[in-house]
């Protein structure tokens, strides 16, 4: 039985432009990535000539600013771009969030110089970059980060291990947070790194339950040189650039979760209305009708709670609570609905020639990066009780 594919959702865009930019993500995701999504995942093979198209159609620096080569979009409607790409392949919908928040540090925190000399070809020259915070000691605990810049003359020199590298191996460009202070998150500092440069290396990729077409790997530092030209912000800002993009990579998140679950429903949709049993399609059977309604009203929720969000962004206001709550909500009800997906397809959800239990497995990594779902909940009692006692 074919997949049935993604229906149009019915979006609320703030233009026309807007529109005509959906039509165009929607388009170029079911024609580029749908075909060959489940062939690239069960190879795990990266399918980077689809990044290397979305760059060149502008798609891969659609919140930034066009006088750097971006696309001027808010973030509502870069955020549905992302949700379509994630409902076409997650492992795009999700290296398109991550290539986002490599390109935050330079367009938030660099110079004009900087700016002028990165983002044209870091948005729209057919580049790809990684983000490297995370270590094999330090995932929640990211102020802990041990991988060490020092200063030489005009240069940095890094050493250290970054873990759970998204692109790792494979990016041309990383954001890259190290220590070149004391202790702690004051002592954080953010740097732009070049994919090929001299003493950076990559482990092979990590062997993982889902989105098996996206690399993830260690990156080793060792004796890595870079210019104090390629230093973002301030020495000892770094932490703060960190906390700053992933407010916004949390919304990135969020949308590939409703993306996914968007795809699972749609499948579930399309078989109930075919699989007959007892001499009647199976949709006539209110228990798999109601899971359906379910599955739907978690979806349309989660949509609902990352554009409030992603408003909030857009008019310059406060949004990191409301950036964990749609990360968090957004993330768990797309385990629970491509969990359902399965379910609703009895015996051939559990087969790999249906997308559902791809979707199943993808689905649990929303819950991890970006910051764990109880971190998340960390955030948030946080932002309504104030910092625990200690």
């Not at 870069?78 to 790409?85: F, I, R, S």
């Not at 062997?207 to 790997?217: C, D, L, V, Y």
């Not at 390629?230 to 700053?244: H, K, N, S, V």
């Not at 929303?366 to 960390?378: D, F």
Request: aromatic share 6%; net charge negative; proline share 5%.
């Amino acid at each position: 039985m074919p997949e049935s594919g993604p229906q149009p959702v019915e979006r609320s865009l703030p233009t026309e432009e807007a529109r005509d930019l959906m039509s165009l993500v929607r388009e170029v995701a079911q024609r580029e990535i749908a075909p060959t999504v489940n062939e690239d995942e069960l190879a795990g093979r990266f399918p980077r000539e689809v990044f290397t198209l979305l760059s060149r159609s502008g798609l891969l620096g659609l919140p930034y600013s066009e006088e750097y080569g971006g696309g001027d979009q808010p973030y509502e409607v870069y955020l549905q771009a992302v949700e379509e790409l994630a409902a076409a392949g997650l492992t795009v919908g999700v290296g398109t969030s991550v290539h986002t928040l490599a390109c935050h540090a330079v367009a938030a925190f660099g110079t004009k110089e900087q700016r002028t000399s990165h983002l044209p070809e870091m948005l729209g020259g057919g580049l790809l970059g990684g983000y490297c915070l995370s270590e094999p000691a330090s995932g929640s605990d990211a102020a802990g980060l041990r991988t060490r810049a020092v200063r030489d003359g005009d240069d940095w020199v890094i050493d250290g291990t970054k873990a759970w590298i998204t692109h790792g191996g494979v990016a041309d460009f990383y954001t890259v947070l190290a220590r070149t202070g004391g202790e702690g998150a004051k002592g954080i500092t953010a740097f732009l790194v070049p994919g090929d440069a001299p003493g950076l290396s990559a482990a092979a990729p990590e062997k993982k339950m889902g989105m098996t077409g996206s690399p993830t790997a260690q990156l080793h530092f060792d004796g890595v040189r870079v210019p104090d030209s390629r230093r973002i912000g301030e020495e000892g800002q770094g932490f703060r650039i960190a906390l700053d993009a992933l407010d916004s990579g949390r919304l990135g998140i969020a949308a590939c979760a409703v993306g996914i679950s968007q795809a699972a429903l749609d499948e579930a949709s399309g078989y109930l209305r075919q699989r007959q049993q007892f001499g009647r399609p199976i949709a006539d059977f209110q228990g798999l009708r109601f899971m359906l309604a379910d599955m739907a009203t978690q979806i349309e929720a989660g949509r609902a709670l990352y554009l409030a969000a992603a408003r909030l962004r857009d008019q310059g206001r406060p949004f990191s609570r409301q950036a964990a709550m749609a990360k968090l909500f957004c993330s768990d009800a797309a385990m629970r609905v491509t969990t359902d997906a399965v379910q609703l397809l009895g015996g051939y959800g559990y087969t790999v020639d249906f997308p559902v239990e791809r979707f199943m497995r993808d689905a649990k990594v929303l819950q991890i990066v970006e910051g764990t779902n109880q971190v998340q909940r960390v955030v948030i009692a946080r932002d309504l009780l104030g910092p625990e006692s200690r």
